[in-house]
């Protein structure tokens, strides 16, 4: 499976930006789409995370309220609409995919829990 992230950009505190995530490749009947962000100096933190199929989101509360995940199964893509940017989401965002594995959310908001990364975006959000 081969992931390219896309979107990522320069844009003002109170912004927006959508990113994208396409996946070419091996398909799995079921499986977990999740955005991950790396700022520097610090480690690889949880994002958001879909559940494909049934639809089950997960954010982290850092983000809750203002990014939304979603996806194109026919597209094989999957989004993450990020409202309401602030200057601490200044990082580079990852997208990851496993099969499903689990059923807790929990499970989820792991790196290691992910078998497939695309490439990183940078996003930066300035003031």
């Known amino acids: 499976v081969q992931l390219q992230a896309s979107g990522g950009g320069l844009v003002q505190a109170g912004g927006s930006l959508r990113l994208s995530c396409a996946a070419s490749?091996?398909?799995?009947?079921?499986?977990?789409m999740g955005w991950f962000r790396q700022a520097p100096v610090k480690e690889r933190e949880f994002v958001a995370s879909?559940?494909?199929?049934?639809?089950?989101?997960y954010y982290a509360p850092s983000v809750k309220g203002r990014f939304t995940i979603a996806g194109d199964n026919a597209k094989n893509t999957w989004y993450l609409q990020m409202n309401s940017l602030k200057l601490e989401d200044t990082a580079v965002y990852y997208c990851?995919?496993?099969?499903?594995?689990?059923?807790?959310?929990?499970?989820?908001?792991?790196?290691?829990?992910?078998?497939?990364w695309g490439q990183g975006t940078q996003v930066t959000v300035s003031s």
């Open positions: 990851a995919l496993t099969p499903y594995r689990a059923d807790y959310s929990g499970y989820y908001y792991y790196t290691t829990t992910y078998d497939y």
């Open positions: 490749g091996r398909t799995f009947s079921t499986y977990a």
């Open positions: 879909i559940i494909w199929s049934g639809g089950r989101t």
